[in-house]
C-alpha cells in the first residue's frame, strides 16, 4: 500500500518528525550526525547564477565561484568590471537581483555566518575620535567574540600600528587607515577573510607585509579573497584567479591551469621562409636574435609542440633548442581582456 504522507502515525511522513526517545529513531539520528560530522566543512563562500542591475546598467551579469577552505582565491577585472558588487553579495551586503550565495555554508546574511568573516573593504572610514585599539575593540564587540586584550595589540603590531594604538584615526595617514583597516578584518579570528584592495594605499613594505599576513592565513587554513590590482601580488599569494569582465567569469582557474605551458621558445637557425610559415602557424611568434618565442594554441591537446618541432626539421630548420615558456598573469589577463573585447582594448 502506498504511504500516506497526511496521516500522522505513518512512518513514510516526511512531516513526522524522528523521535530521539524511540530507539530506532535515536539511531538513525545518531548515525545522521556522523554522517554530517565526517562531511568536510561547507566552502568559505559558494554562489552561483549572481546577478545585479543598478538602474538599466547591468554591474554583475552572472558569477558563480567558491573559495575553499584554506584556499586563496584572487578576483581580478578590469575598473567596473563587477568585482566589488560580488563580493559585497557574498558578504550579504547588496542584495543579488537573482542567484544563490552560502557564506561558510550559511545564507550570507545570516549574523552567525558574518561574525566568521573579515572584510576589509574597498572604501572605508573609521570613526575617527577613536583611537587605533578603541577601533579594534568596538569590532571585538560587534563580532561577538571574545578576543584578549593582549591578541588585540598582537594584531595592531601584526600590521606595523603597534606605536600608534593610543592615538586618534582621524590623524591616521591613508597608509596606516588601511593597515587599521586590515587589523580589523582579521581580529575576531575570522575562518575568512574578504580582502577588497588591501594594497592600494600602502608603501612597498606595507605591501609585503600584507602578502605574509595573507600566507600566513592560509596556513592557518584561514581562506581568503583577494582582489587586486596588483596582479604580481596576486600571482605570488593565490591559489587559483577569477577573472571577471563586465560582470561575468572571463576565466577562471589555478595559476598553473590559466598560465600553463602556453608558450615554446626555441633556438633556431636556418629557417627557410616555409619554415617561419610554420611557426606562424602555430601561434604569434616573437623573435630576439635566434631565439623564437611562439604562443600555443590554448586548445593544445599535447600534440602542438612534437609536431611542430618535427615540421621544422623537415622543413630544414636547425633546432637548437625547446623550452616551455611562461606568460605572466598580467599577459594572460591582458590577453583574455582583449579577446573578450574582440581586441578593441
Ligand atoms: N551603488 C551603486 N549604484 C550604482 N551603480 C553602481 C553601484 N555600485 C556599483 N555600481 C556600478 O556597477 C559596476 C561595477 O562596479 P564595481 O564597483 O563592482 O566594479 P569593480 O570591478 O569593483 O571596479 P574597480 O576595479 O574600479 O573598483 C560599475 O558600472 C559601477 O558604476
Known sequence: MAAD???????????????????????????AARLIAGLPPAPAVWCSGLRKRYGRRPAVADV??????????????????GKTTVIKMLLGLVRPDAGEVLLLGRPAADPAARARVGYLPELFRYQPWLSAAEVLALHVRLAGV?????????????????DRAGDRVGGFSKGMQQRLGLAVALVARPEFVVLDEPTSALDPLGRVDVRDIVLALRSRGVAVLLNSHLIGEVERVCDRVVILDRGRVAASGTLAELLGRRELRLRLTDLSPAAQARLAATGDVEKADDWFTVALPADDDGTAVPDLVRDLVTLGARVHAVEPGRISLEERLLGILRAGHGGER
Open 146 to 162: 571574545g578576543v584578549p586584550a593582549q591578541e588585540q595589540r598582537d594584531c595592531l603590531s601584526l600590521v606595523g600600528l603597534a
Open 64 to 81: 558563480s565561484l567558491e573559495v575553499g577552505r584554506g584556499e586563496v582565491v584572487g578576483l581580478l577585472g578590469p575598473n567596473g568590471a
Open 5 to 31: 504522507p497526511a496521516d500522522p502515525a505513518d512512518p513514510a511522513d516526511p512531516a513526522d518528525p524522528a523521535d530521539p526517545a524511540d530507539p530506532a529513531d535515536a539511531d538513525a539520528l545518531l548515525a
